[in-house]
T-cell receptor
Framework: NAGVTQTPKFQVLKTGQSMTLQCAQDMNHEYMSWYRQDPGMGLRLIHYSVGAGITDQGEVPNGYNVSRSTTEDFPLRLLSAAPSQTSVYFC?????????????FGPGTRLTVT | AQSVAQPEDQVNVAEGNPLTVKCTYSVSGNPYLFWYVQYPNRGLQFLLKYITGDNLVKGSYGFEAEFNKSQTSFHLKKPSALVSDSALYFCAVRDMGGGSYIPTFGRGTSLIVHP
């Protein structure tokens, strides 16, 4: 049981480039989320999904796209990277069962946009 | 709408002393409350949660938190701090009356335990 995995761990992009941050979980969780963590800002929700085929925007969705074709995977796409997207990105998953929305986090992806 | 505030950016405590990390929340219905810990260069780890029932919740690593509905608070406590408790702590709330699927996190409090 690997939990929540994220790839890559580190990434450097140039302004205007696109890329996909991968997230996968093997716990059969319905809910998955993407957060960004910036100093002094805490965790801010980018996008989330309550099940395969269902996604919605969080607090800071601009410049990011998501899709959820399977229960296991929830990739985050940066369409045209900007320096303001330099951050640490965390994926999380949770279930609406007995765990009552306790979230499991991946190890994070540190992204730098130059 | 749901929101949570952690009024202290940093808490300093000596090893062996009790520690408190503060959290207040705002919801329209009943809250689900969570504490998470983040060690350097790691993802967040779940510590404890309040759903219903006893106002004093016990969690991992000897931490506990007290739910106070009248003060809308959920402070994290530990009777005797360890240097290894030094980390970033996040409070989170989910509003059961607001229909939100995902909790909102506070900005985090850096706990520094001095030897």
């Amino acid at each position: 049981n690997a939990g929540v995995t994220q790839t890559p761990k580190f990434q450097v992009l140039k302004t205007g480039q696109s890329m996909t941050l991968q997230c996968a979980q093997d716990m059969n969780h319905e809910y998955m989320s993407w957060y960004r963590q910036d100093p002094g800002m805490g965790l801010r929700l980018i996008h989330y999904s309550v099940g395969a085929g269902i996604t919605d925007q969080g607090e800071v969705p601009n410049g990011y796209n998501v899709s959820r074709s399977t229960t296991e995977d929830f990739p985050l796409r940066l369409l045209s990277a900007a320096p303001s997207q330099t951050s640490v990105y965390f994926c999380a998953s949770s279930t609406q069962g007995a765990a009552f929305y306790e979230q499991y986090f991946g190890p994070g992806t540190r992204l730098t946009v130059t | 709408a749901q929101s949570v505030a952690q009024p202290e950016d940093q808490v300093n405590v000596a090893e062996g002393n009790p520690l408190t990390v503060k959290c207040t929340y705002s919801v329209s219905g009943n809250p689900y409350l969570f504490w998470y810990v983040q060690y350097p260069n790691r993802g967040l780890q779940f510590l404890l949660k309040y759903i219903t029932g006893d106002n004093l919740v016990k969690g991992s690593y000897g931490f506990e938190a007290e739910f106070n509905k009248s003060q809308t608070s959920f402070h994290l406590k530990k009777p005797s701090a360890l240097v290894s408790d030094s980390a970033l702590y996040f409070c989170a709330v989910r509003d059961m009356g607001g229909g939100s699927y995902i909790p909102t996190f506070g900005r985090g409090t850096s706990l520094i335990v001095h030897p």
